[in-house]
């Protein structure tokens, strides 16, 4: 979409059927909506080829080589970097791949110009951020917590936004997507900033209410903040991490992070 070209399919994410209601590539889509071909890693291949696509995209994807064999033999098929793990391609290097399948790599430079200005906008704008530490914590269920690795796009996200990651949780997550946790690892959380990406405002409720959470010094002094997935879908467009998708997350959680920094 970002590269003008509307694809005739695509995966489902989030149930987010119509496909095009996320705020930053609904006007692209205008009227036409592409095939739900499947969802997220598992894909309909007799769709996909009904559709005789001409290139077939996976780029923030865990696409396994039997998958992408048999997708080849409908089109070109272009998965995930084979310099990243499955879900780690930083967005510079996913807009460039899909440049390049597309014979538009001067576009790719160009739209990967835009973001980054953006991004520098906001470290300029905010020198301190780049002087806090940052959790970022997703609320899995009542009473376990998931600690989301640095190479997950959310959490390149926050670091390209100037912050500084949280140490322990990083030795906790290793080698992992993300690490699970409970409140007997609270403490952890108490670092500079603290952000929440919730599915909806009952499971953030379920955290605040908690006597232990409350006795966080990040909660005290009101250095939490809470994102939702869906509504409004800020969680999706960090999720997504793309040219489209950044600039709208940034609209909707920079002047968060910084109401609660007092400027």
């Known amino acids: 979409l970002a590269f003008g070209i509307k694809p005739v399919g695509a995966v489902d994410w989030f149930g987010e059927r119509p496909y095009g209601k996320w705020p930053w590539t609904n006007q692209?889509?205008?009227q036409d909506r592409p095939e739900v071909v499947g969802q997220r890693d598992e894909y309909n291949l007799e769709q996909i080829a009904k559709l005789k696509p001409d290139l077939i995209l996976a780029q923030y994807s865990g696409m396994r080589e039997d998958q992408y064999s048999k997708l080849s033999a409908i089109a070109p098929t272009v998965a995930q970097s084979p310099r990243f793990d499955g879900y780690?391609?930083?967005?510079q290097e996913m807009t460039r791949m899909v440049g390049r399948s597309l014979g538009q790599e001067k576009?790719?430079?160009?739209?990967?110009?835009?973001?980054?200005q953006r991004f520098a906008e906001v470290r300029r704008n905010h020198p301190e951020f780049s002087e806090q530490k940052l959790a970022l914590v997703d609320s899995y269920k009542p009473g376990v917590f998931g600690a989301f690795s640095p190479k997950d796009s959310k959490s390149m996200f926050m670091r390209e936004l100037g912050f500084q990651p949280a140490e322990g949780l990083n030795r906790m997550v290793g080698d992992k997507d993300v690490a699970e946790f409970g409140f007997e690892q609270l403490h952890l959380l108490d670092v500079d900033r603290l952000v929440w990406m919730t599915s909806d405002e009952a499971s953030a409720e379920a955290v605040r209410s908690s006597n232990l959470y409350q006795r966080l010094d990040v909660v005290k002094q009101n250095r939490d903040v809470f994102l939702s997935y869906q509504d409004p879908p800020v969680?999706?467009?960090i999720s997504f991490n793309t040219v489209?998708?950044?600039p709208y997350a940034i609209d909707q959680v920079v002047p968060q992070?910084?109401?609660k920094t007092g400027n």
């Open 107 to 116: 576009r790719a430079e160009e739209l990967i110009g835009g973001v980054e």
């Open 88 to 91: 780690k391609a930083p967005w």
């Open 257 to 259: 992070l910084a109401e």
């Open 235 to 237: 969680g999706a467009a």
């Open 28 to 30: 692209r889509w205008g």
């Open 244 to 246: 489209l998708s950044i």
